[in-house]
């Protein structure tokens, strides 16, 4: 290919503009941001003004370890789960495929407001279903809202119930670029489906799984719409508060920018560090 | 060959025997949204399970535009997600192009920063973009406001490139020995070769704008310039609200996208995929 300077930026250009414009600058501009006493106006320099806060903050503590809780519990549970999804989606032994499929993809295309005002619907106290079916079982109702672990596992549930699939399509997609033959000598050798799963699958579908794993990490970190709708502003009493809810609440409600600015470059250091992370473990073994 | 068959079918049943139940464990919600959608309220909020559909949904539709006016953000859900995608597909393939079929100064540059702020929260850029939109640009409360920020996504450009990357030059050569121009190459040439990877990025576009929630919230909360999910939104947790309404709200946003996604499940999901294939 030669050199075609002006073609390419004339193509280019549209693009480049917006994503400067909405993206490369509010990233520096929130790192000065952060930085920035903008309380009163003008606003003024003052490096340790939100990040002395932020280090003294409970209220950023609390949000941190709500946010670090749901994600060392919620990720591993649904990229396992999405893992079985794919694995069992993939099976030639399976029927009706297309059903299935519809079953565990259709949360894909579900907005975050529809699901989470049906979700606060289903675990409601007294007339929500899940709570209905508990009792018609025998098994004493659950106040789901009011306490912090039951709160928590609600959120929990949703977010998995929302994203399982997502995964599970980009996990099927990994499966599906193993060769045939792996399995077939594997089998001609009498290796266990089993065993087949633990030594060929999963070493082979790695790099997919730290990739869904950081795609859900990042996502993860950010929730914000379920625990602002279902538990209602991050209750009870900011039991379920999250950065994002955090950020939210100081950028948006009592209008602190620079403190706001701090909790987001927090996600993003967290972010970062887990990208490294990822790099780390699918690195080229040389 | 019979034990082997016997095998085979022992497998088969206990696949079914575990999947069938988690199946109907993920549709519950959806199905129950509907059913509480064609609920009056003193249905919803009764001792009794219910779990079939009743025939109130519109009223509820009804109850729904009391509460909020709901048809209305409805349609600027739409226009604003048509008018996005169609301008998200444009920029993107256009920038994809270039990085695909031309060198150029600068390119490993765009490329590393492309990718390299992939991963970096969305939360890290909200606030300089509310302030700059609201406040600098004052275009709070307007389409623009919805439709332009969101045009930076980088996934789209990573999409395109990689669709163009795989055509053979060629084809593109060709064109050139004839004299086309460059820009006739793009849009007759390569767009149509693209259409099946153009309508697979179109449909998550499409998608991320009709359920985007928190920049909408924030840039569009005069009820009259309100998207259908923010219009919604503000109903949750209200106490003297229509559920029924609500859920019939919800059913409105989630449904067209589900016959959507039934009858392009194939772009579907090669866009979603995408993201794993780099």
Known sequence: ?286 | MTSRSQARLGRSIALHLFLTPLALIWLFPLWMMVVFSTMPDNGIFSPAIEMLPHDYFLENVNNLQRDTNFIGAIGISVGVAVTYTFLSVLLTSMAGWALARYEFIGKGGVVAIIFGTITLPYAVVLIPQFIMVARDFALANTWIALIVPPLFNSLGVLFMRQAFSMMPAELFDAARVEGVKEWRIFLFVALPLARPMLAALAIILFLASWNNYLWPLLINSQPGAMTAPVALGTLVGLTKVSWGGIMAGAVMLTVPMLVVFVLLQRHFIAGIAAGAVK
């Open chain 1, 1 to 286: 290919m030669r050199y075609r300077n002006a073609t390419a930026y004339r193509f280019l250009t549209p693009y480049l503009l917006i994503f400067a414009i909405f993206w490369i600058w509010p990233i520096i501009s929130s790192f000065i941001i952060s930085f920035q006493a903008t309380r009163t106006v003008p606003w003024r320099f003052a490096p340790t003004f939100n990040w002395g806060r932020l280090i003294g903050d409970p209220a950023f503590y609390n949000a941190l370890k709500n946010t670090l809780l749901i994600l060392v519990i919620q990720v591993p549970v649904m990229i396992s789960l999405a893992i079985v999804m794919a694995v069992l989606l993939n099976s030639p032994l399976l029927k009706a495929r297309g059903l299935y499929r519809f079953a565990f993809f259709a949360p894909v295309v579900v907005g975050e407001v529809a699901y989470s005002a049906v979700f606060r619907l289903m675990f409601s106290l007294d007339f929500g279903i899940v709570n209905k079916l508990l009792d018609s079982v025998g098994l004493s109702k659950i106040d789901w809202f009011s306490n912090v672990t039951p709160a928590m596992a609600v959120i929990m549930i949703a977010v998995t119930w929302r994203w399982a699939g997502y995964n599970a399509i980009i996990l099927l997609a990994g499966l599906q670029s193993i060769p045939d033959d792996v399995y077939e000598a594997a089998t001609l050798d009498r290796v266990s489906k089993l065993k087949q799963f633990f030594y060929i699958t999963l070493p082979l579908l790695k790099p997919v799984i730290v990739f869904c794993a950081v795609l859900s990490i990042i996502g993860t970190m950010q929730l914000f719409t379920e625990p602002f709708l279902i538990t209602e502003r991050g209750g009870p009493g900011g039991g379920t508060e999250t950065l994002g809810l955090l950020l939210y609440r100081q950028g948006f409600r009592s209008l602190n920018f620079g403190y706001a600015s701090a909790v987001a470059y927090t996600m993003a250091g967290l972010a970062i560090a887990i990208t490294l992370v990822q790099l780390w473990l699918t690195r080229d073994p040389k």
